[in-house]
């Protein structure tokens, strides 16, 4: 079965420090995988997808992500976080049937300290 | 590009009434909506597929005729939660994939999500 664990429920950070949110998936074809964020209160924004070709992809507001087939993972990252990045993180994976719904992880909260 | 509303943002009401909710794609045709429910703290549960001029589909466990859904348009899905109790307050996101240019893949559309509605049944 198909499935996105994300293995953090909290992370804290100082702001201007790295960052690393994980993602683990589990599909049986070459996924489609998502990074959305969510501020409290507010809907989903997209910050970067992969589909093919290049495994590390450049999202909005200075994020990346690197997929890495042999340790199923799709995890995030920024080189310096600021006090506006503290939010809701969920990962998600594309099915590629017809249905083409999305099935996310649990989320991981992004809390900044000043 | 491929922005979402949704509206309301909050809503308020007694038991027993019906609540709609509208979600449109401002800027692009949007031939499948989703609508999501969410929990406090917890992630986006889907609770149906919804494709233009179609009946929509449910996951497992969810009340068709406690919901029902509309896609009248390529721009505009609605949800329609009937009789409304209690139990049903939560907090509620649409979000549609836009339909892919001419010879584009549908598959490499990304869902836009709407800003969500809170719906508070007193």
């Known amino acids: 079965a198909q499935s996105v664990t994300q293995p953090d429920i909290h992370i804290t950070v100082s702001e201007g420090a790295s960052l690393e949110l994980r993602c683990n998936y589990s599909y049986g074809a070459t996924p489609y995988l998502f990074w959305y964020v969510q501020s409290p209160g507010q809907g989903l924004q997209l910050l970067l997808k992969?589909?093919?070709?290049?495994?590390l992809v450049q999202g909005i507001k200075g994020f990346e992500a690197e997929f890495k087939r042999s340790q199923s993972s799709f995890n995030l990252r920024k080189p310096s976080v600021h006090w506006s990045d503290a939010a809701e993180y969920f990962c998600a994976v594309g099915r590629m049937d017809s249905s083409y719904k999305l099935i996310f992880g649990s989320g991981t909260r992004l809390l900044v300290r000043p | 590009g491929a922005v979402v509303s949704q509206h309301p943002s909050r809503v308020i009401c007694k038991s027993g009434t019906s609540v709609k909710i509208e979600c449109r794609s401002l800027?692009?045709?949007?031939?499948?909506m989703f609508w999501y429910r969410q929990f406090p703290k917890q992630s986006l549960m889907l609770m149906a597929t919804?494709?233009?001029?179609?009946?929509?589909?449910?996951e497992q466990g969810v009340e068709k005729d406690k919901f029902l859904i509309n896609h009248a348009s390529l721009t505009l899905s609605t949800l329609t939660v009937t009789s409304a109790h209690p139990e049903d307050s939560s907090f509620y996101i649409c979000?549609?994939?836009?339909?892919?240019?001419?010879?584009?893949?549908?598959?490499?559309?990304?869902?836009?999500f709407g800003d969500g509605t809170r719906l508070s049944i007193l």
């Open positions: 979000s549609a994939r836009r339909r892919p240019r001419q010879g584009g893949r549908f598959s490499n559309q990304p869902q836009h």
């Open positions: 800027d692009f045709q949007a031939t499948t």
């Open positions: 919804s494709n233009e001029g179609s009946k929509a589909t449910y």
């Open positions: 992969y589909f093919s070709g290049d495994t």
